[in-house]
T-cell receptor, first 114, second 114 residues
Framework: AQSVTQLDSQVPVFEEAPVELRCNYS??????LFWYVQYPNQGLQLLLK??????LVESINGFEAEFNKSQTSFHLRKPSVHISDTAEYFC????????????FGAGTRLFVKA | DTEVTQTPKHLVMGMTNKKSLKCEQH?????MYWYKQKAKKPPELMFV???????INESVPSRFSPECPNSSLLNLHLHALQPEDSALYLC?????????????FGPGTRLLVL
């Protein structure tokens, strides 16, 4: 079975500051890793995902995440945040073979202050 | 078109009512999902349909009844709900339900059971 731990429930940060949202996972099999973002009163949108290959993956809006197999982590970073990045961020894992189930972490609320 | 639409946006129902939630996608996806999301919590998987067949039922009470009339439509029939069923109900779709696939979420139906 897989599980996902997001270590911070809330992260307040000032605009233009860097931010890191932490995610650790547990699994006995290979996994695929995702970050989804949920803006207020909306559904979830994929931000980025790691399937294989380069361990550093990037999104179109400046976020990046690095898959670290030895530390079983997939932390999300952005060097300079904007007010519009205020949202709930979910780390998620799905098994590498078989199954439909994606397991979501508890979420981290990123609050960007002016 | 990468949109998943859900109707209605909001629904208030009594415990004796029967209502239905609807979800539609035109991306040619063959896997569709229902999730339940309580406030400040991650989405919890309820049902998965793959190629119009129910593949996963996460031990959901029988007062929730899913239906997949065709590959583009997904319904969730509600009957005799309890106040604790009040939540945001999210529909999602993916290409075929395979591992590593991006799920595309609708904006959700916010349900209040009185």
């Amino acid at each position: 079975a897989q599980s996902v731990t997001q270590l911070d429930s809330q992260v307040p940060v000032f605009e233009e500051a860097p931010v890191e949202l932490r995610c650790n996972y547990s699994s006995s099999v290979s996994v695929y890793l995702f970050w989804y973002v949920q803006y207020p009163n909306q559904g979830l949108q994929l931000l980025l995902k790691y399937l294989s290959g380069s361990t550093l993956v990037e999104s179109i809006n400046g976020f990046e995440a690095e898959f670290n197999k030895s530390q079983t982590s997939f932390h999300l970073r952005k060097p300079s945040v904007h007010i519009s990045d205020t949202a709930e961020y979910f780390c998620a894992v799905s098994p590498g073979t078989g199954g439909f189930k994606t397991i979501f972490g508890a979420g981290t609320r990123l609050f960007v202050k002016a | 078109d990468t949109e998943v639409t859900q109707t209605p946006k909001h629904l208030v129902m009594g415990m004796t009512n029967k209502k239905s939630l609807k979800c539609e996608q035109h991306m040619g996806h063959r896997a569709m999902y229902w999730y339940k999301q309580k406030a400040k919590k991650p989405p919890e998987l309820m049902f998965v349909y793959s190629y119009e067949k129910l593949s996963i039922n996460e031990s959901v009470p029988s007062r929730f009844s899913p239906e997949c009339p065709n590959s583009s439509l997904l319904n969730l029939h509600l009957h005799a709900l309890q106040p604790e069923d009040s939540a945001l109900y999210l529909c999602a779709s993916s290409q075929s339900g395979g591992p590593g696939e991006t799920q595309y979420f609708g904006p959700g139906t916010r349900l209040l059971v009185l």
